[in-house]
């Protein structure tokens, strides 16, 4: 079975994590496939790619959705996402809770009117960019950097306890080490909660009928799965997902049987 997974920390640790169970518990051998989440999609549509668990709908895979919804099957979420600017939570709520707020000078300077983002070329960043623009936040500037440059900005900032903006997303370690919050994005430049949702070519349901029912209940709650992030980051992703399992054998038997210890 060829399972499609993305270069990111969450989609490492849940296809390491998929892949043990189904071939554990199921009996089918597991390879786990590197590669652009287009071109999973397309894979998973053509049948090359039997299963893809990094789908992010309804809108930021919108696209790519689009062409391939009547050739998959959805086999539903495995946990939420989020993107948007995140700050500290000791930043005074009453002064600024929404990104709306920014248009005050007086506010903005608190950040030194400047967001951390990301990777120039991301699709964080160039939402962001939009979000200067459409909350009209001329007097902003966002700085581009990398994922590891703005986690260590925002580390510094805590230590300091000094006011800082940066670009993130859930599910992320740095929610498990830190207390954080999202800025309020009424205008939805960064599109709101996602789902992230199994994707498996159409006919697996009945070539293997255990894999697409574990996978349909196969979920994380959002908290945890930052923990495991966090672990991972720490040390490894497998030794995260072997921990995980360790200590949830009711969750897994649950998963993998659709059997509730009745205790």
């Not at 490492?12 to 786990?32: C, F, G, Y």
């Not at 709306?100 to 506010?107: C, G, M």
């Not at 999202?182 to 255990?210: C, K, M, N, V, Y």
């Amino acid at each position: 079975m060829r399972l499609g997974w993305s270069p990111w920390a969450d989609a490492e640790v849940i296809s390491l994590m998929a892949k043990q169970l189904i071939e554990t518990h199921l009996d089918w051998p597991v390879e786990r496939v590197l590669a652009d989440i287009g071109i999973q999609y397309a894979s998973v549509a053509r049948g090359d790619l039997d299963l893809m668990l990094m789908a992010w709908l309804p809108l930021t895979h919108e696209d790519y959705w689009k062409r391939v919804r009547e050739r998959v099957l959805d086999l539903g979420p495995m946990y939420s996402g989020r993107l948007g600017w995140v700050v500290p939570d000791y930043v005074d709520s009453n002064i600024v809770n929404s990104i709306t707020d920014l248009r005050q000078p007086s506010v903005a300077a608190r950040f030194k009117n400047q967001v951390q983002g990301i990777d120039p070329g991301s699709g964080l960043n160039q939402l962001s960019q939009v979000a200067l623009k459409d909350y009209g936040l001329a007097d902003m500037r966002l700085v581009a950097s990398s994922s590891a440059a703005m986690t260590a900005v925002l580390d510094q900032a805590i230590r300091d306890q000094r006011w800082v903006i940066v670009t993130s997303w859930t599910p992320h370690w740095m929610f498990a080490r830190y207390k954080l919050r999202f800025l309020e994005d009424p205008q939805r430049a960064f599109g709101g909660t996602e789902w992230i949702h199994a994707i498996a070519r159409q006919d697996l349901s009945a070539i293997a009928p255990s894999v697409t029912d574990f996978l349909t209940r196969f979920r994380i709650p959002d908290s945890e799965l930052a923990e495991i992030l966090l672990q991972a980051h720490q040390g490894t992703a497998q030794a995260a997902v072997d921990s995980y399992l360790q200590r949830h054998p009711e969750r897994v038997r649950y998963w993998v049987s659709g059997e509730i210890d009745p205790r």
